[in-house]
C-alpha cells in the first residue's frame, strides 16, 4: 500500500541550534532528516534554531533526502512561530511538518489550516508540504486513526517511546526496552500494532521512534528488528552508527527481494494468454496465487525504495 511513498528506513533527528551538526547531516546516508525545533531545542535556542534551520534548507546540499522540520506542539506558544518562520523562509526546500504531541485530528486539522494559508500568501505550490504526526501518549493513541484521517498532508505516523512511557507510568528509563518484571511478552506491541493499523488503513507510513542508548548498536538493530518485522517502514536515528543499520533493517534481504520479483514475474506469465490464462501456477516448489502478488509486491516495493537490485531472472516454463 506504501508503494507510492517515499522511503524512510532512517530518520535522523538533527538539533536545529547546532549548526555544525546540520551540515554535518547533509553528508550522512540517512533516507529522512528532521531538523529539530522541540525537546533537541533549550527554551532560549529556539528562535535562533528558526534561523539555522531556514538558511540550512536554502543553502541546499540535501541530495534526495526527505527534509522534515519537527516544530513544537500546540500545547506550547512557540509552534505557530516555528511554522510561520521556517515555511515562509524555505517553504520550497521543505517537504514535511512533524508534530510531535498529537492527541486528536482537530491539532493536525489545524497545522493543515495554517500551512494553506502560508502557501497561498507566499505563493507555494498548495498541498506540498506534507505532515508527519507523532502519537506520544495514551489520548493520540486513542485517536490514532482519526488522526491519520485528519488531513490528506499525513505521510506518515510515528511513535514516540520516550514520552508516552512517562504518559502511561510504564516503570522504566531506558527508552524502548521492556520495563522491568514483564515478562510475558512485548510491552509495546499493542502500541505498535495500534500505529501501524491506523497508518496502512489509511495508507501512510509507520515509523518506530529512536532507542537512546547510541553506542548499543546490537540493542538498536534488535529493537529496531522488532518493528521492522511487524511491517514499520523505519525507525529514528540519533547518531550516525544507527544510520546504516536502520536502512538494512527496513530493507528486505537480497534473497527475499529477487524472491518477491521472481513471483510478480511469475504470476503475471501464468495469467497472461502465454501463460494459459490461470489464475495460480508453481514457481519452483511453491504455489503462487493472486495473495502471493499483493506479498510479494510489498516487498518488492521495499526493495526498489531502497535501491535494491535483483541478482536473478524469472524463466518461463518449456511447453
Not at 549548526?19 to 533537541?40: I, M, S, T, Y
Not at 510515528?158 to 522491568?180: H, T, Y
Not at 494459459?276 to 506479498?295: F, H, P, T, V, W
Request: with cysteine.
Amino acid at each position: 500500500m506504501t508503494e507510492t511513498l517515499r522511503p524512510r528506513r532512517s530518520c535522523l533527528a538533527v538539533p536545529g541550534s547546532n549548526p555544525r551538526f546540520l551540515e554535518k547531516a547533509k553528508g550522512l546516508n540517512a533516507d529522512q532528516v528532521f531538523l529539530d525545533l522541540e525537546d533537541a531545542c533549550a527554551p532560549l535556542a529556539k528562535p535562533g534554531a528558526r534561523k539555522n534551520i531556514v538558511a540550512a534548507l536554502n543553502d541546499g546540499g540535501w541530495g534526495d533526502k526527505i527534509r522534515v522540520v519537527r516544530v513544537n506542539d500546540w500545547t506550547t506558544h512557540w509552534t505557530y512561530r516555528d511554522v510561520v518562520e521556517v515555511v515562509e523562509g524555505a517553504g520550497p526546500n521543505l517537504d514535511c511538518i512533524m508534530l510531535p504531541k498529537v492527541q486528536s485530528a482537530d491539532q493536525v486539522v489545524a497545522l493543515d489550516i495554517l500551512l494553506t494559508q502560508i502557501e497561498k500568501t507566499m505563493g507555494f505550490e498548495v498541498g506540498k508540504i506534507g505532515i508527519e504526526a507523532q502519537i506520544e501518549n495514551a489520548q493520540g493513541l486513542i485517536a490514532v486513526d482519526a488522526i491519520a484521517k485528519a488531513s490528506p498532508r499525513v505521510e506518515t505516523i510515528i511513535f514516540g517511546p520516550a514520552d508516552f512511557m512517562a504518559s502511561i507510568n510504564m516503570k522504566s528509563l531506558v527508552v524502548g526496552e521492556q520495563p522491568p518484571g514483564y515478562d510475558v511478552g512485548d510491552a509495546y506491541h499493542h502500541i505498535l500494532m495500534s500505529i501501524l493499523m491506523a497508518a496502512r488503513a489509511n495508507n501512510k507510513q509507520a515509523i518506530d521512534g529512536p532507542y537512546l542508548q547510541i553506542r548499543d548498536p546490537e540493542g538498536f538493530k534488535r529493537v529496531a528488528s522488532r518493528s521492522a518485522a511487524l511491517g514499520f517502514d523505519g525507525k529514528w536515528v540519533l547518531h550516525p552508527d544507527q544510520v546504516g543499520i536502520a536502512n538494512e533493517v527496513y530493507a528486505p534481504s537480497q534473497d527475499d527481494y529477487d524472491h518477491a520479483e521472481l513471483i510478480l514475474d511469475a504470476y503475471d506469465y501464468c495469467t497472461s494468454e502465454a501463460g494459459g490464462m490461470k489464475g495460480s501456477a508453481m514457481l519452483g516448489d511453491e504455489m503462487i496465487d493472486e495473495a502471493s502478488r499483493k506479498m510479494a509486491l510489498v516487498i518488492s516495493a521495499k526493495g526498489r525504495a531502497a535501491g535494491m537490485e535483483r541478482t536473478s531472472k524469472f524463466e518461463p516454463p518449456e511447453s
